[in-house]
């Protein structure tokens, strides 16, 4: 499957998942960055409600893997949702989610991705 993400109202759009992509607060400020294989990448957005790293690590993870994408929630203090056809799911700290599906994704109040399933 060929998977891409988009992030709303950002110059990120349809970069394609072949490698997990990591979202995480600036350390400066509020915009959110997104990094993918020790790149990163502002997306223009801002948004407190997204953690920051902590110890390295990424508050938030999205995995490629053949027919699916995980979405983790690893360190983030507010839950991430997940809408997909249809149905709504919340990830706490701590879990996380295997999605098949297109799927609209809340990382915070004002920062929302897409992923699209293009076979």
Known sequence: MNWFLSVNDSDIDHMSVESPIRFYRDTDGSEVILEVNNETHKTGRSDSTVS??????????????????EI????NSN????RSRGTEH????GGSKVVSHDADIDIGINFEVQLLNKQ
């Open 90 to 93: 919340t990830i706490e700290e």
């Open 72 to 75: 983790s929630n690893i360190g």
């Open 79 to 82: 839950p991430i949702t997940i």
């Open 52 to 69: 920051r790293k902590k110890e390295s690590q990424a508050p938030i993870e999205i995995v490629p893997n053949e027919d699916h994408i």
